[in-house]
Protein backbone atom coordinates (compact mmCIF):
# COMPACT_ATOMS: atom_id res chain seq x y z
CA UNK A 1 0.00 0.00 0.00
CA UNK A 2 1.20 3.23 -1.22
CA UNK A 3 0.38 6.73 -0.80
CA UNK A 4 0.67 9.11 -3.94
CA UNK A 5 -0.45 12.97 -3.32
CA UNK A 6 0.30 16.04 -5.82
CA UNK A 7 2.26 18.92 -4.22
CA UNK A 8 -0.77 20.64 -3.85
CA UNK A 9 -2.36 18.54 -1.86
CA UNK A 10 0.84 17.92 0.36
CA UNK A 11 0.67 21.66 0.80
CA UNK A 12 -2.64 21.56 1.92
CA UNK A 13 -2.11 18.98 4.48
CA UNK A 14 1.22 19.81 5.92
CA UNK A 15 2.61 22.56 7.13
CA UNK A 16 5.67 24.38 5.93
CA UNK A 17 8.02 23.31 8.00
CA UNK A 18 6.43 19.86 7.89
CA UNK A 19 6.09 20.06 3.51
CA UNK A 20 9.90 21.16 3.33
CA UNK A 21 10.83 18.07 5.54
CA UNK A 22 8.97 15.28 4.09
CA UNK A 23 8.81 16.34 0.66
CA UNK A 24 11.77 18.43 0.18
CA UNK A 25 14.13 16.66 2.39
CA UNK A 26 15.36 19.66 4.87
CA UNK A 27 16.01 19.27 8.51
CA UNK A 28 14.22 21.10 11.37
CA UNK A 29 16.07 23.30 13.46
CA UNK A 30 18.55 21.53 15.88
CA UNK A 31 16.66 21.52 19.28
CA UNK A 32 12.88 21.90 18.15
CA UNK A 33 11.25 19.00 18.90
CA UNK A 34 11.22 18.02 22.11
CA UNK A 35 9.16 14.32 22.73
CA UNK A 36 7.85 13.41 25.52
CA UNK A 37 9.27 10.28 27.50
CA UNK A 38 8.17 7.53 29.14
CA UNK A 39 4.79 7.25 27.56
CA UNK A 40 3.45 3.87 26.24
CA UNK A 41 2.72 4.96 22.56
CA UNK A 42 3.16 5.08 18.66
CA UNK A 43 4.61 7.73 16.66
CA UNK A 44 3.53 7.86 13.01
CA UNK A 45 4.24 9.50 9.76
CA UNK A 46 1.99 13.15 9.51
CA UNK A 47 1.99 12.52 5.91
CA UNK A 48 -0.17 9.48 5.64
CA UNK A 49 -0.30 7.46 9.34
CA UNK A 50 2.01 5.19 8.78
CA UNK A 51 3.57 3.54 12.28
CA UNK A 52 6.84 4.16 12.04
CA UNK A 53 8.39 3.83 15.80
CA UNK A 54 7.47 2.49 19.36
CA UNK A 55 7.91 5.13 21.99
CA UNK A 56 9.94 2.41 24.12
CA UNK A 57 12.38 2.63 21.17
CA UNK A 58 13.16 6.38 21.60
CA UNK A 59 16.07 7.45 23.44
CA UNK A 60 17.83 11.07 24.22
CA UNK A 61 21.43 11.01 21.76
CA UNK A 62 21.50 14.40 23.28
CA UNK A 63 21.94 15.46 19.58
CA UNK A 64 18.81 17.84 19.28
CA UNK A 65 16.79 15.74 17.19
CA UNK A 66 14.56 12.95 18.54
CA UNK A 67 16.55 9.49 18.20
CA UNK A 68 15.05 6.04 17.88
CA UNK A 69 17.12 2.53 18.45
CA UNK A 70 14.87 0.99 15.50
CA UNK A 71 11.72 1.35 13.72
CA UNK A 72 8.82 -0.34 13.63
CA UNK A 73 9.80 -3.76 11.03
CA UNK A 74 8.74 -2.32 7.07
CA UNK A 75 7.68 1.24 8.21
CA UNK A 76 10.94 2.62 6.85
CA UNK A 77 13.03 2.42 3.61
CA UNK A 78 16.79 3.33 3.51
CA UNK A 79 18.63 5.26 0.47
CA UNK A 80 22.43 6.42 0.31
CA UNK A 81 22.57 10.08 0.60
CA UNK A 82 25.42 11.84 -0.72
CA UNK A 83 24.63 15.02 -0.51
CA UNK A 84 26.13 18.31 1.76
CA UNK A 85 29.61 16.36 0.83
CA UNK A 86 28.65 13.81 3.62
CA UNK A 87 27.81 10.00 3.05
CA UNK A 88 24.90 9.50 5.07
CA UNK A 89 21.60 6.94 5.37
CA UNK A 90 18.73 8.77 4.56
CA UNK A 91 15.56 7.15 6.03
CA UNK A 92 12.10 7.05 4.04
CA UNK A 93 8.74 6.65 4.45
CA UNK A 94 7.64 2.84 3.12
CA UNK A 95 3.98 4.17 2.60
CA UNK A 96 4.01 7.71 1.59
CA UNK A 97 7.79 8.22 0.54
CA UNK A 98 8.11 11.21 2.67
CA UNK A 99 11.53 11.94 3.95
CA UNK A 100 12.67 11.18 7.84
CA UNK A 101 15.53 12.04 8.47
CA UNK A 102 19.22 10.13 8.77
CA UNK A 103 20.34 6.46 9.92
CA UNK A 104 23.82 6.50 11.69
CA UNK A 105 25.14 3.31 12.50
CA UNK A 106 27.67 1.82 15.33
CA UNK A 107 27.86 5.27 17.55
CA UNK A 108 27.52 2.87 20.69
CA UNK A 109 23.94 4.64 21.93
CA UNK A 110 22.67 1.12 22.22
CA UNK A 111 20.15 -1.11 21.21
CA UNK A 112 20.10 -4.24 19.39
CA UNK A 113 21.22 -2.96 16.23
CA UNK A 114 23.35 0.33 17.64
CA UNK A 115 21.83 2.50 15.18
CA UNK A 116 20.83 5.89 15.95
CA UNK A 117 17.62 6.96 13.82
CA UNK A 118 18.21 10.64 13.74
CA UNK A 119 14.42 11.93 13.13
CA UNK A 120 12.82 14.97 12.25
CA UNK A 121 9.98 15.01 14.94
CA UNK A 122 8.13 17.62 13.22
CA UNK A 123 6.89 14.91 10.73
CA UNK A 124 6.21 12.37 13.37
CA UNK A 125 2.46 12.46 15.08
CA UNK A 126 2.43 10.35 18.67
CA UNK A 127 -0.67 8.31 19.40
CA UNK A 128 -1.13 6.73 22.72
CA UNK A 129 -1.60 3.35 23.54
CA UNK A 130 -3.87 2.77 26.44
ZN1 LIG B 1 4.39 8.45 5.41
Not at 49 to 69: I, T
Not at 107 to 128: A, M, S, T, W, Y
Amino acid sequence: MSVKKTESQWRAQLSPLQFAVLRQSATEPSGLSRLQDGSNGVYHCVGCDNPLYKADQKFNSGCGWPSFYEEIPGSIRLLEDNSHGMQRTEMRCSRCDGHLGHVFKGEGFGGDKDERHCVNGIVLQFKPLE
